[in-house]
């Protein structure tokens, strides 16, 4: 079946410590994106990737990290740096036919300890 | 800047409508969109609306109206399983369709 797997679902990670978010998908989409979602706040935008080693910075990347090698994949690592890691992230994908919908993965819940 | 305002949550009876309000300022418009979200789950695309005017798919229709910068969810029949929470979405346009400026949610309640 075609989807977007994101793994760990549920992650722990003590502070000081990278973690990087796993996003595989095989919808043959160009375009991945990762969202961020805290309690009581919208989705926001940290990183995206229109195409293979490309990508741009969304609102909130400070503290965070992308790679795109690989059409299928985009990780992303939360790095030391970022602050306040605890929270729901989310990898999405890109349709471009029709309106132009976002396809989500299940999300990864970071919590620090 | 960017300002999505959505109620933070309603409740409403099986069977009965339910009306979700989404108010927007942001610096563009290239479209809006509704996603269903349940706890915990992701969010999964309901509508889209780019011109004015009601789009209606089933259950659920969305209404548009740009000049007002005010958009709504409506659900009908409800069920339980619509439990779940209602994000109001505007693309702003530029270099990335998939730019987009979130609401922070309705949570819908639905109850027996």
């Known amino acids: 079946d075609g989807g977007i797997t994101q793994s760990p679902k549920y992650l722990f990670r003590k502070e000081g410590q990278n973690v990087t978010l796993s996003c595989e998908q095989n919808?043959?989409?160009?375009?991945m994106y990762w969202y961020r979602q805290d309690p009581g706040q919208g989705l926001r935008l940290i990183y995206y990737s229109q195409i293979v080693n490309d990508f741009q910075k969304g609102d909130i990347a400070e503290g965070y990290s992308v790679s795109r090698e690989k059409k299928e994949s985009f990780p992303l690592t939360v790095t030391s740096a970022q602050k306040n890691p605890t929270a729901f992230y989310l990898c999405?994908?890109?349709?471009?036919?029709?309106?132009?919908?976002?396809?989500f993965g299940e999300g990864s819940r970071l919590t620090v300890l | 800047g960017q300002n999505i305002d959505q109620p933070t949550e309603m409740t409403a009876t099986e069977g009965a409508i339910v009306q979700i309000n989404c108010t927007y300022q942001t610096s563009g418009f290239n479209g809006l969109f509704w996603y269903q979200q349940h706890a915990g789950e992701a969010p999964t695309f309901l509508s889209y609306n780019v011109l004015d005017g009601l789009e209606e798919k089933g259950r659920f229709s969305s209404f548009l109206s740009r000049s007002k910068g005010y958009s709504y969810l409506l659900l009908k029949e409800l069920q339980m399983k619509d439990s779940a929470s209602y994000l109001c979405a505007v693309r702003e346009g530029g270099d990335s369709w998939g730019k987009l400026q979130f609401g922070a949610g309705t949570q819908v309640v639905v109850t027996p």
């Open positions: 999405a994908t890109l349709l471009r036919l029709g309106p132009g919908e976002l396809f």
């Open positions: 919808l043959n989409h160009d375009a």
